[in-house]
């Protein structure tokens, strides 16, 4: 019930402001060759920077707000670093990059994309269509690996 409430409210969110927009990444893992896999932490930041480089480079500073707990401690600010490089050589922009890591308990922000990756879950992984195809139509879905 919790699910069908959030992507009928997440739904109707995003249809009463057109500035909010949604955007899922899924890796279909059993298709990720050995030697991607064996470093999740560098596919992880190649999937964010697939997603979000494009929108990033249209703002002149960006803040990133992952929960602590998605952060693998010897990474330390790689996907800080290496985002940042992207933006600045490969799309020839100004734009700054902040990292501000927030306890998912505490952030709503972190809440709602954990509610919405539980959407996509289920519809990748449990076959449940019924709550994803509500919200849908408004997140724009990118795939990896799915062949």
Same mark, same amino acid.
């Given at each position: ?13 995003? %249809? ?7 955007? !899922?990444?899924? $890796? @279909? ?8 896999? #064996? ?41 800080? %670093? ?7 050589? !490969?799309?020839? $922009? @100004? ?8 306890? #998912? ?43």
């Amino acid at each position: 019930m919790a699910r069908a409430e959030f992507a009928s409210r997440a739904r109707h969110m995003c %249809d009463r402001n057109s500035s909010v927009s949604l955007r !899922t990444i899924t $890796v @279909k893992k059993t298709n990720v060759q050995d030697h991607i896999a #064996s470093d999740s932490n560098k596919l992880y930041n190649y999937m964010i920077k697939l997603m979000l480089l494009d929108f990033m480079a249209t703002h002149d500073h960006v803040t990133l707000v992952p929960d602590p707990r998605s952060i693998k401690v010897k990474s330390g600010n790689s996907l800080r %670093d290496y985002l940042q490089t992207e933006l600045w050589f !490969t799309k020839e $922009v @100004k734009t700054a990059i902040s990292i501000c890591p927030q306890d #998912s308990q505490l952030c709503l922000g972190i809440q709602f994309t954990d509610m919405l990756s539980g959407l996509v879950r289920c519809h990748y992984e449990d076959g449940e269509h019924q709550n994803f195809n509500i919200l849908c139509p408004r997140i724009a879905l990118s795939r990896l690996f799915f062949g």
